[in-house]
């Protein structure tokens, strides 16, 4: 199988009202660096397909520069997949990138949680930055248990929600809903690099963690023996 990984976008650009939402960009683009720097080929899938919403972008920032402006990537971004498009044995890892759109479209998504779910079974990679982690909730494996249940998780804090203002416009809190599904999850303080592994699972709990993500990713996949 070749090196491949699905990085998964929100489709939703709308926070309750207040301003336009997406994914953000840094989240994306930083592990998008690492990644290719270590030979693995990047796809993209959203929830409804089609053009990604971005937020966040910061054109100072040589890898968001890049990211944005690859000829690839733009395609890529203009026409992400629909769930329906993904085969899960394609891929040795699925992450989800981050931005307050996916408070919207992540966690109730079967397709995208049956597409982690397959990768995780399949001796895959399962991770998440930021608020992307809302695509961890209700994944649930073939033996019926939850993929975040006693395992050690880090995510976008209920005291970072709450902190611009923000903890009654998003529909629930990420911190609280891993919790109430089993997670162990580990807080550090506000805007602090916060990346956790556990077994192959991997989280990071907001942009500064999105490098030390996709770094662990790979130390696992290294350390796995090649797949057919």
Not at 162 to 179: K, N
């Amino acid at each position: 199988m070749s090196k491949r990984i699905l990085f998964v976008l929100t489709s939703h650009d709308d926070l309750a009202g207040l301003r336009k939402t997406g994914f953000y960009v840094s989240e994306a683009a930083h592990p998008f660096h690492v990644f290719k720097q270590h030979g693995y080929q990047i796809d993209f899938v959203s929830p409804l397909g089609g053009k990604a919403p971005i937020n966040g972008l910061n054109l100072e920032d040589p890898q968001q520069k890049a990211f944005i402006e690859d000829p690839e990537v733009a395609q890529k971004l203009n026409d992400t997949m629909t769930p329906d498009q993904v085969n899960p044995a394609d891929y040795e890892a699925i992450f989800y990138v981050g931005g307050h759109g996916t408070m919207w479209d992540f966690k109730d998504n079967t397709e995208l949680a049956r597409i982690a779910a397959s990768i995780y079974e399949q001796g895959g990679v399962v991770s998440a930055v930021c608020h992307g982690p809302a695509g961890l909730v209700n994944i649930r494996l073939s033996d019926g248990q939850s993929l975040v249940a006693g395992k050690n998780v880090a995510a976008f804090t209920n005291a970072e929600e709450a902190a611009p203002g923000l903890t009654g416009v998003v529909p629930f809190l990420l911190e609280s809903a891993l919790i109430e599904r089993g997670a162990n999850h580990i807080p550090a303080p506000l805007w602090a690099n916060n990346v956790q592994v556990s077994e192959r699972l991997v989280t990071g709990q907001n942009p500064a963690s999105a490098t030390g993500v996709a770094e662990a990713v790979v130390k696992l996949l290294e350390k796995q023996p090649a797949q057919v």
